[in-house]
């Protein structure tokens, strides 16, 4: 499941965003186990962390 975010367009990003944000909720609500949880968690980080990046790169910040 893991790859380098920085590779994906724009409309990737934010559609694996959301499909990994449904992941979530369905893996809560079907108890699918901690583990299967804490992977997308953390993906969904990579993915929210890629978006500010690119979002200050955007608007001229350095981070």
Do not use: C, P, W
Not at 4 to 15: I, S, Y
Not at 16 to 44: K, P
Not at 46 to 55: K, L, M, S
């Amino acid at each position: 499941m893991s790859g380098d975010v920085t590779k994906l367009d724009d409309d990737q990003l934010l559609a694996l965003l959301n499909e990994h944000r449904a992941l979530l909720g369905e893996s809560i609500a079907n108890d699918y186990g901690s583990g299967t949880v804490r992977s997308v968690t953390v993906r969904i980080a990579e993915f929210e962390a890629e978006i500010h990046r690119r979002g200050s790169t955007a608007h001229g910040s350095s981070a």
